[in-house]
């Protein structure tokens, strides 16, 4: 079974609008840690955000909230007041034990003017 | 500070050959790691270390072999290269601390072609 899921391929969005990319994760650890990366296409992986297992509030720095529904096994990113700066891949990551990542497919995300 | 440093930035290898791959950093961090990242797969994690003189497998780490005889530094080897390991490799650091600490500071990747 798949340890991240990213179901959306490809998305789009109005400059300035708000956008919800999706992530669900599979794992029986009880503490485990849930990332976000931006791959734009100069190819370098930028960190945006981070939420524990244990943690209870929902995590956000800056434009970037992580909504997550731990009974329904779901991190997802929300992009506030999107920017066409924020066209790129999005990554939805999860830590296991201390050193087991795993990643998702992607998702790429297009700003529209 | 440079960050996460990798050498060679592309490579073309034939089948067969070998190689290693360099990874450098230079903000102490205890954990190393090597992804490869393939066209619709995301990243997946081949070998990383925990410290200097210990290593680890990870997801995907057939083919490969890593050593960490510097803190500063993560090699990872290529024996006998294979076309199915034509690939784009990242190499991550991070602290020895859980939570935001744990984030992973990636290079800038390596763009292997094998042919």
């Known amino acids: 079974a798949q340890k991240i899921t990213q179901t959306q391929p490809g998305m789009f969005v109005q400059e300035k609008e708000a956008v919800t990319l999706d992530c669900t994760y599979d794992?029986?650890?009880?503490?485990?840690?849930l990332f976000w990366y931006k791959q734009p296409s100069s190819g370098e992986m930028i960190f945006l955000i981070y939420q524990g297992s244990y943690d209870e509030q929902n995590a956000t720095e800056g434009r970037y909230s992580l909504n997550f529904q731990k009974a329904r096994k779901s991190a997802n990113l929300v992009i506030s007041a999107s920017q066409l700066g924020d066209s790129a891949m999005y990554f939805c990551?999860?830590?296991?034990?201390?050193?087991?990542?795993?990643f998702g497919t992607g998702t790429s995300l297009t700003v529209i003017p | 500070n440079a960050g996460v440093t990798q050498t060679p930035k592309f490579r073309v290898l034939k089948t067969g050959q070998s190689m290693t791959l360099l990874c450098a950093q230079d903000?102490?961090?205890?954990?190393m790691y090597w992804y490869r990242q393939d066209p619709g797969m995301g990243l997946r994690l081949i070998h990383y270390s925990v410290g200097e003189g210990t290593t680890a497998k990870g997801e995907v780490p057939d083919g490969y072999n890593v050593s960490r005889l510097k803190k500063q530094n993560f090699l990872l080897g290529l024996e006998s290269a294979a076309p199915s390991q034509t690939s784009v490799y990242f190499c991550a650091s991070s602290q020895r601390r859980s939570g935001r600490a744990n984030e992973q500071f990636f290079g800038p990747g390596t763009r292997l072609t094998v042919l």
């Open positions: 794992t029986s650890d009880q503490s485990y840690g």
């Open positions: 903000m102490n961090h205890e954990y």
């Open positions: 990551a999860m830590r296991e034990g201390d050193n087991q990542f795993y």
